[in-house]
């Protein structure tokens, strides 16, 4: 099972910016599909982007659109989610998700259950 840490959260005001990151451990990074979910309090846990083991394809959920990007840098074993104009209600904690089998694509609509490894979440709290 991959090892994933986020960081890169915090505190923010509306219309701001933050960039998360997640660093993998497996030396098979390059192999996985990448995916950011978030779980606000007293919500379910719901998907915000992927990527494609490639970076050929990007998935993203219409909540974030045009405002959000996933990106990842292979050779860092890293992926990263690029947030900007953000609002109060992206405040939750945002878990970064590696695919089951490598080399498989992404399905969609995208489920937590395409996922197999998941890291310990990172707080992003946007104030109005």
């Known amino acids: 099972q991959v090892q994933l840490v986020e960081s890169g959260g915090g505190l923010v005001q509306a219309g701001g910016s933050l960039r998360l990151s997640c660093a993998a451990s497996?030396?098979?990074?390059?192999?996985?599909?990448m995916a950011w979910f978030r779980q606000a309090p007293g919500k379910e846990r719901s998907f915000v982007a992927a990527i494609s083991w490639s970076s050929l394809s990007k998935y993203y959920a219409d909540s974030v659109k045009g405002r959000f990007t996933i990106s990842r840098d292979n050779t860092k074993n890293t992926v990263y989610l690029q947030m900007n104009s953000l609002k109060p209600e992206d405040t939750a904690i945002y878990y970064c998700?590696?695919?089951?089998?490598?080399?498989?694509?992404?399905?969609?609509?995208?489920?937590?259950?395409?996922?197999?490894?998941w890291g310990q979440g990172t707080q992003v709290t946007v104030s109005s």
């Open positions: 497996t030396p098979t990074f390059s192999t996985y599909a």
């Open positions: 998700a590696a695919g089951r089998v490598p080399y498989r694509t992404v399905s969609t609509p995208v489920g937590t259950d395409d996922f197999r490894s």
